[in-house]
């Protein structure tokens, strides 16, 4: 069956960095654009970055642009977040989906927080 497992989140003090790390299977990633999003407290889930089937177009939320990097390895079936400049706004828990009408089940996310 469809599985997304997210990691690679932790506690980083503002200006710092994480990678986040998307594990998918069950269907075939190639076939699919994919994104990642996050949820803070209180607050519904956003996108954050999307990236195209092949890799070749990135999108991204005005709030993360030119401090996230979105990137994927469909031999891999892995899907990846860089985040650099980290900031306490950007706290959410982080979760990754392919890019389709019907979002497939989401996996557990990963916490990220932001705070010294």
């Known amino acids: 069956q469809v599985q997304l497992v997210e990691s690679g989140g932790g506690l980083v003090q503002p200006g710092g960095s994480l990678r986040l790390s998307c594990e998918a299977s069950g269907f075939a990633l190639s076939n699919y654009g994919m994104s990642w999003y996050r949820q803070a407290p209180g607050k519904e889930r956003e996108l954050v970055a999307s990236?195209?089937?092949?890799?070749?177009?990135?999108n991204y939320t005005d709030s993360v642009k030119g401090r996230f990097t979105i990137s994927r390895d469909n031999v891999k079936k892995m899907v990846y977040l860089q985040m650099i400049s980290l900031k306490p706004e950007d706290t959410a828990v982080y979760y990754c989906n392919a890019n389709r009408v019907l979002p497939f089940p989401w996996g557990q996310g990963t916490q990220v927080t932001v705070s010294s």
């Open positions: 990236i195209s089937y092949l890799g070749r177009t990135t």
